[in-house]
């Protein structure tokens, strides 16, 4: 099943597709993921995306249709994949489309995680990350012992781009880029909305059942 997680920063859709993923054993791609590490490893595509990154602005459009067409290309999603974090752009999403006809895939459904920004920016400045991968919320999602990982007794850290004036401008971002996407997706008719503000179990196990009834059908 190919499926796209959809939402403002935020929204839950790092939490919820690493949950996917496990419960429907196909790959989480996160692009957000992707630039981070080849930030970490210092790749020219890392050092190219931090400028963006930084301010909260996109990476341009180019650069992230590569990464994901060599991405979906891997064997590991032959069976599918949750795609976290792209599409972000129209342009993005006509890529998208573009790629998954020229590798004979189509996009079963587009989740879209509603959460309004009052919570969003509650969630974003609670947000702590850990080197492994792994992502707690210090009120909603805490570790067992504060600050540090539960998977690996790593340290916590608060991602660049969370704090205050990046995170404002990655809302005004969504607002006018990525926002248009609803209506692309509606009109193509794999547009599933859910209610994100609930708690985690509660918007995983909505999720689940809409993807499980279009398994169903
Ligand atoms: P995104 O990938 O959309 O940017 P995340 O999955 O990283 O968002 O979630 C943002 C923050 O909010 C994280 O700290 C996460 O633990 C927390 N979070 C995610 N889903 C919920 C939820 N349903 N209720 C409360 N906090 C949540
Ligand atoms: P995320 O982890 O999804 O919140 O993404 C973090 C940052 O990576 C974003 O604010 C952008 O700067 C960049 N990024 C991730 N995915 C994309 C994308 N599809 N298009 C452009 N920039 C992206």
């Known amino acids: 099943m190919m499926i796209v997680l959809f939402g403002p920063p935020g929204s839950g859709k790092g939490t919820q597709a690493k949950k996917l993923a496990e419960k429907y054993t196909i790959p989480h791609v996160s692009t957000g993921d992707i630039l981070r590490e080849n930030l970490k490893h210092q790749t020219a595509l890392g050092l190219e995306a931090k400028k963006y990154m930084d301010r909260g602005e996109l990476v341009p459009d180019e650069v992230l249709d590569g990464v994901i067409k060599d991405r979906l290309a891997q064997p590991d999603c032959d069976s599918g994949c949750i795609l976290d974090g792209y599409p972000r752009t129209i342009p993005q999403a006509e890529a998208l489309d573009a790629i998954m006809n020229e590798l004979g895939k189509t996009l079963d459904v587009v989740v879209n995680i509603e959460v309004p920004d009052a919570e969003v920016l509650k969630r974003i400045s609670g947000r702590r990350m850990c080197a492994c991968g792994a992502s707690y919320h210090i009120h909603f999602n805490p570790p067992n012992q504060e600050g540090i990982c539960d998977l ?23 607002k006018k880029q990525s926002q248009p996407l609803i209506e692309y997706y509606r009109r193509k008719g794999v547009l599933v909305t859910v209610d994100g503000t609930a708690e985690i179990q509660e918007v995983f196990e909505e999720i689940a059942a809409a993807l499980d009834s279009l398994q169903a059908t």
Do not use: F, G, S
């Open 152 to 174: 690996c007794n790593r340290p916590l850290y608060q991602r660049e781009d969370d704090k205050e004036t990046a995170v404002m401008n990655r809302i005004a971002v969504y």
